[in-house]
């Protein structure tokens, strides 16, 4: 038996009995790789999310809804920011994980490459976009990865608020006028299938899923996650009078979950490839305050540097 050999086993030992891995920690070079990866995509997910809600802050039909939006894009700022925090403990910079972004080589979640048309895209962002991202992130709060699990505890506070916020928009707009539930329905019936898309893959197609469960980085499966979902949004849409845009739709009395329809995965591949509605618009916007903000990441530099010498001297 090789110390490589040894290591794996003893590594895999403390992730079966549920202890956590920290950053001193030996862990096999694929498992801090695919943390890199998540944990990146997350935070980039974060970060990009802002600008398709940032530009409703001005156009909100009410000054208690501009300050509820406005809170809501500066949490999923401060999101981005604890995930970088997380992603720099497995010994990548910030800067090297930013470019990636930037040049494209860096993915984020193909849900933000649509574009919200009305006031009912916040609700509906806020409700699905939100919920699905609630069930991949509560499991998260328990994945192996001490830092990453520790930053996803405060994270899963908020989200909880933002999908809340989004619901209770679609609410108020299905029970007001026939144009504002018109207006609602529109918006569940655009953004129902890209949030589906959000939980990834198929089991059977997902390159990192077993990887992933394996190392309990995961908790549950792409597919489970997906089922959860849907059971519980179909009665959330019941309950305010919308519907949800599937004829196939059914609830199956043998396995007590809901059957669906066939998911368009061209749409989801064409997507991610960096050909949704909005990925130029998205990159274009995301180099852009990158360029401009570089003063403000020189002067903050500056400062630092001049405070740790007088502190020195």
Not at 106 to 118: E, V
Not at 174 to 187: C, F, L, R, S, Y
Not at 212 to 223: G, L, Y
Request: aromatic share 8%; glycine share 6%.
């Amino acid at each position: 038996m090789t110390d490589l050999t040894i290591l794996e086993e003893r590594f895999q030992a403390k992730i079966d009995a549920e202890l956590k891995i920290e950053p001193k920690d030996w862990m096999p070079e694929k498992y801090r790789k695919n943390l890199i990866r998540q944990i990146s995509q997350h935070a980039h997910s974060e970060v990009v999310g802002m600008l398709p809600e940032g530009n409703w802050i001005t156009r909100a039909p009410s000054l208690r809804r501009k300050a509820i939006l406005l809170a809501k894009v500066q949490d999923e700022a401060g999101h981005g920011l604890y995930l970088y925090s997380a992603a720099e403990t497995l010994g990548t910079s910030r800067e090297q994980t930013i470019d990636d972004l930037l040049s494209g080589k860096a993915k984020y979640s193909s849900i933000f490459n649509y574009p919200t048309l009305t006031w009912a895209d916040i609700g509906a962002v806020g409700w699905l976009v939100d919920g699905a991202a609630i069930m991949n992130q509560v499991m998260l709060c328990r994945t192996s990865y001490g830092p990453y699990a520790r930053a996803m505890v405060r994270i899963c506070k908020e989200e909880s608020f933002h999908q809340r916020q989004g619901y209770e928009i679609m609410a108020v707009l299905a029970n007001g006028t026939p144009e504002q539930k018109e207006m609602a329905q529109d918006a569940l019936n655009r953004w129902w299938w890209p949030s589906l898309m959000m939980f990834g893959p198929t089991d059977a197609n997902s390159p990192h899923s077993a990887e992933s469960m394996k190392w309990k980085i995961k908790r549950q499966s792409n597919d489970e996650l997906r089922q959860i979902f849907i059971d519980r949004t179909v009665q959330q849409a019941e309950v305010i009078g919308l519907s949800v845009p599937d004829p196939a739709l059914k609830w199956n009395e043998a396995t007590q979950h809901y059957d669906w329809g066939t998911i368009d995965w061209s749409e989801f591949n064409n997507v991610v490839a960096g050909n949704g509605p909005c990925n130029k618009e998205r990159m274009v916007a995301r180099n852009k305050a990158h360029d401009e903000g570089a003063w403000v990441r020189e002067a903050a530099l500056a400062y630092a540097a001049k405070k740790l010498k007088r502190k020195a001297a």
